[in-house]
Protein backbone atom coordinates (compact mmCIF):
# COMPACT_ATOMS: atom_id res chain seq x y z
CA UNK A 1 0.00 0.00 0.00
CA UNK A 2 1.56 3.31 -0.98
CA UNK A 3 2.08 6.00 1.80
CA UNK A 4 -0.72 8.16 0.20
CA UNK A 5 -3.05 5.52 0.80
CA UNK A 6 -2.25 4.33 3.86
CA UNK A 7 -5.25 5.56 6.33
CA UNK A 8 -3.52 8.13 9.22
CA UNK A 9 -4.04 7.34 12.69
CA UNK A 10 -7.25 9.27 13.72
CA UNK A 11 -6.19 12.27 16.18
CA UNK A 12 -6.84 11.92 19.43
CA UNK A 13 -9.67 14.30 20.99
CA UNK A 14 -7.51 15.16 24.21
CA UNK A 15 -3.99 14.61 24.99
CA UNK A 16 -2.36 14.08 29.03
CA UNK A 17 0.27 13.58 31.17
CA UNK A 18 0.16 11.20 34.05
CA UNK A 19 3.16 12.42 35.95
CA UNK A 20 4.73 9.28 39.10
CA UNK A 21 7.08 9.60 41.58
CA UNK A 22 8.47 7.09 44.28
CA UNK A 23 7.23 8.53 47.53
CA UNK A 24 6.95 7.18 51.18
CA UNK A 25 4.10 4.82 50.10
CA UNK A 26 5.88 3.56 46.83
CA UNK A 27 4.67 4.33 43.83
CA UNK A 28 2.33 7.55 43.41
CA UNK A 29 0.77 9.95 40.32
CA UNK A 30 -0.68 13.00 40.22
CA UNK A 31 -4.12 13.47 39.66
CA UNK A 32 -6.54 16.36 39.25
CA UNK A 33 -9.90 17.60 39.82
CA UNK A 34 -12.27 19.02 37.50
CA UNK A 35 -13.67 22.50 38.88
CA UNK A 36 -17.01 23.81 38.53
CA UNK A 37 -20.58 23.17 40.09
CA UNK A 38 -21.06 19.65 38.69
CA UNK A 39 -17.66 18.46 40.38
CA UNK A 40 -18.00 20.15 43.53
CA UNK A 41 -19.19 17.24 45.39
CA UNK A 42 -17.82 14.03 43.54
CA UNK A 43 -14.80 12.60 44.54
CA UNK A 44 -14.27 8.61 43.53
CA UNK A 45 -14.19 8.33 39.91
CA UNK A 46 -14.22 12.18 39.09
CA UNK A 47 -10.25 12.92 38.70
CA UNK A 48 -8.55 12.67 36.30
CA UNK A 49 -5.23 13.10 34.48
CA UNK A 50 -4.27 17.01 33.24
CA UNK A 51 -5.04 16.45 29.51
CA UNK A 52 -6.71 18.88 26.46
CA UNK A 53 -7.32 18.84 22.85
CA UNK A 54 -4.17 19.32 20.50
CA UNK A 55 -3.97 22.46 18.75
CA UNK A 56 -3.94 22.34 14.97
CA UNK A 57 -0.61 20.48 13.63
CA UNK A 58 0.81 20.26 17.35
CA UNK A 59 2.42 16.62 18.58
CA UNK A 60 0.45 14.88 21.40
CA UNK A 61 3.13 14.51 23.30
CA UNK A 62 4.01 17.95 23.14
CA UNK A 63 0.00 18.82 23.20
CA UNK A 64 -0.02 16.61 27.02
CA UNK A 65 2.67 18.98 28.37
CA UNK A 66 1.41 22.13 27.62
CA UNK A 67 -2.04 20.99 29.02
CA UNK A 68 0.04 20.27 32.16
CA UNK A 69 0.95 23.37 32.61
CA UNK A 70 -1.96 25.01 31.63
CA UNK A 71 -3.73 22.78 34.50
CA UNK A 72 -1.06 23.24 37.14
CA UNK A 73 0.99 26.51 36.36
CA UNK A 74 4.05 23.78 36.17
CA UNK A 75 6.30 22.17 33.33
CA UNK A 76 7.85 18.97 34.03
CA UNK A 77 11.14 18.28 32.31
CA UNK A 78 12.08 14.93 30.48
CA UNK A 79 10.70 13.06 27.59
CA UNK A 80 7.15 11.34 28.08
CA UNK A 81 6.48 7.80 27.78
CA UNK A 82 3.56 6.92 25.57
CA UNK A 83 0.67 4.74 27.62
CA UNK A 84 -1.48 4.80 24.80
CA UNK A 85 -4.69 5.60 24.13
CA UNK A 86 -7.78 4.90 26.35
CA UNK A 87 -11.74 5.77 25.47
CA UNK A 88 -13.71 7.80 28.06
CA UNK A 89 -17.31 6.62 29.13
CA UNK A 90 -19.20 9.71 26.67
CA UNK A 91 -16.46 8.32 23.85
CA UNK A 92 -13.80 10.88 24.15
CA UNK A 93 -10.70 9.72 23.11
CA UNK A 94 -7.54 10.30 24.94
CA UNK A 95 -4.02 9.69 24.03
CA UNK A 96 -1.66 9.85 27.69
CA UNK A 97 2.18 9.88 28.29
CA UNK A 98 4.15 9.03 31.83
CA UNK A 99 6.64 11.41 33.25
CA UNK A 100 8.24 10.71 36.26
CA UNK A 101 8.67 14.26 38.32
CA UNK A 102 7.54 15.50 41.00
CA UNK A 103 5.24 18.32 41.69
CA UNK A 104 3.86 20.53 45.20
CA UNK A 105 0.33 20.22 44.94
CA UNK A 106 0.15 23.46 46.86
CA UNK A 107 1.70 25.50 44.05
CA UNK A 108 -1.53 24.60 41.77
CA UNK A 109 -2.28 27.24 38.99
CA UNK A 110 -4.78 26.57 37.12
CA UNK A 111 -6.48 28.04 33.87
CA UNK A 112 -10.31 29.15 33.81
CA UNK A 113 -13.10 28.73 31.69
CA UNK A 114 -16.62 30.59 32.31
CA UNK A 115 -19.60 29.19 32.68
CA UNK A 116 -23.13 30.40 33.06
CA UNK A 117 -23.94 30.40 36.44
CA UNK A 118 -26.88 29.53 38.23
CA UNK A 119 -27.74 27.69 34.91
CA UNK A 120 -30.01 30.68 33.06
CA UNK A 121 -29.30 33.53 35.18
CA UNK A 122 -27.33 35.41 32.02
CA UNK A 123 -24.35 35.50 34.55
CA UNK A 124 -20.67 34.32 33.34
CA UNK A 125 -19.05 33.26 36.28
CA UNK A 126 -14.66 32.20 35.70
CA UNK A 127 -13.83 28.66 37.79
CA UNK A 128 -10.45 27.24 37.18
CA UNK A 129 -10.32 24.76 34.90
CA UNK A 130 -9.26 22.34 37.78
CA UNK A 131 -9.59 22.93 41.64
CA UNK A 132 -6.99 21.06 43.25
CA UNK A 133 -4.40 18.30 42.52
CA UNK A 134 -3.18 15.46 44.87
CA UNK A 135 -0.55 12.75 44.92
CA UNK A 136 -2.21 9.19 45.18
CA UNK A 137 -0.52 5.58 45.40
CA UNK A 138 -1.56 3.07 42.77
CA UNK A 139 -4.61 1.60 44.19
CA UNK A 140 -6.11 4.89 45.85
CA UNK A 141 -5.84 5.74 41.87
CA UNK A 142 -7.58 3.47 40.83
CA UNK A 143 -10.36 4.28 42.96
CA UNK A 144 -9.89 8.75 42.21
CA UNK A 145 -9.89 8.24 38.27
CA UNK A 146 -12.26 8.64 35.58
CA UNK A 147 -13.22 4.54 34.62
CA UNK A 148 -12.23 5.37 31.14
CA UNK A 149 -8.72 6.65 32.73
CA UNK A 150 -8.27 3.66 34.77
CA UNK A 151 -6.45 1.33 32.42
CA UNK A 152 -3.70 3.92 32.38
CA UNK A 153 -2.45 3.12 36.22
CA UNK A 154 -1.87 -0.97 34.86
CA UNK A 155 -0.24 0.53 31.64
CA UNK A 156 2.08 2.93 34.16
CA UNK A 157 3.10 -0.43 36.26
CA UNK A 158 3.47 -2.05 33.07
CA UNK A 159 6.08 0.42 31.94
CA UNK A 160 7.66 0.48 35.56
CA UNK A 161 8.05 -3.28 35.50
CA UNK A 162 10.12 -3.16 32.20
CA UNK A 163 12.19 -0.36 33.35
CA UNK A 164 13.07 -2.77 36.13
Not at 53 to 68: C, I, N, S, T, V
Not at 129 to 137: I, K, L, P
Request: net charge negative; glycine share 10%; proline share 9%.
Amino acid sequence: MSAAARPTPARASSAGLLLYRHGARGWEVLLVHPSGPFWRKRDAGAWSIPKGAPEPGEDDAAAALREFHEETGSLPAGTPEPLGRVRQKAGKEVVAFALQGDFDPAMLRSNSFELEWPPRSGRLQAFPEVDRAEWFDLEAAREKLLEGQRPLIERLQDLLRAAG
